[in-house]
């Protein structure tokens, strides 16, 4: 897959900005990297600081 093969963001969809699926035949990829360690490591933050309480 090419940079021109890109339709939107997740947001865009999300926020409706752009159409989602218009129909079954369409093709939706979605690629996650990264945002579970960073959601992970900002949990345990918070959760060292309630500790020192």
């Keep these: 897959i090419s940079i021109n093969h890109i339709y939107a963001e997740l947001s865009d969809i999300v926020l409706k900005k752009k159409p989602g699926r218009t129909s079954n035949s369409e093709i939706t990829v979605f690629k996650s990297v990264g945002l579970a360690i960073q959601d992970s490591s900002v949990a345990n933050h918070i ?3 309630i500790m020192k309480k």
């Design 47 to 49: 959760l060292n600081k």
